[in-house]
């Protein structure tokens, strides 16, 4: 079973950026959409970004205006990682981010946007804490 691990969180200030990365446990990512996700204190987990397995199709979800372009997702299937780059980040950032894996043929705006959808992996997560 495909097993990822995400990286890069931790405690920033606002204004600040973080890189986190999501690896994989096999070299088989690129037979995956990758997405990133998170959940906050009290709130539903909300997709943030996906990318096809070819790493040529993103989507980005920007459900708030504060959100908008400050997401950018991307892969490097040679070195078996995904990552999300999250600039001006804010205290409602605050979050758990998590990856997660999909077949091939699934689609980056249904694995973005579809509640419960059904993913083949799930990583444990990583902490971002946004604070002055």
């Known amino acids: 079973q495909l097993q990822l691990v995400e990286s890069g969180g931790g405690l920033v200030q606002p204004g600040g950026s973080l890189t986190l990365s999501c690896e994989a446990s096999?070299?088989?990512?690129?037979?995956?959409?990758i997405g990133w996700f998170r959940q906050a204190p009290g709130k539903e987990r909300e997709g943030i970004a996906c990318i096809s397995s070819s790493g040529y199709t993103t989507y980005t979800t920007d459900y708030q205006s504060s959100t908008k372009g400050r997401f950018t997702i991307s892969r490097d299937n040679a070195k078996n990682t995904v990552t999300l780059l999250i600039t001006n980040l804010q205290p409602e950032d605050t979050a758990i981010y998590y990856c997660?894996?999909?077949?091939?043929?699934?689609?980056?705006?249904?694995?973005?946007?579809?509640?419960?959808?059904?993913?083949?992996?799930w990583g444990k997560g990583t902490l971002v804490g946004v604070s002055s």
């Open positions: 096999r070299r088989i990512l690129d037979r995956y959409v």
């Open positions: 997660a894996a999909a077949g091939s043929l699934t689609t980056t705006r249904a694995m973005c946007t579809t509640a419960d959808y059904a993913m083949d992996s």
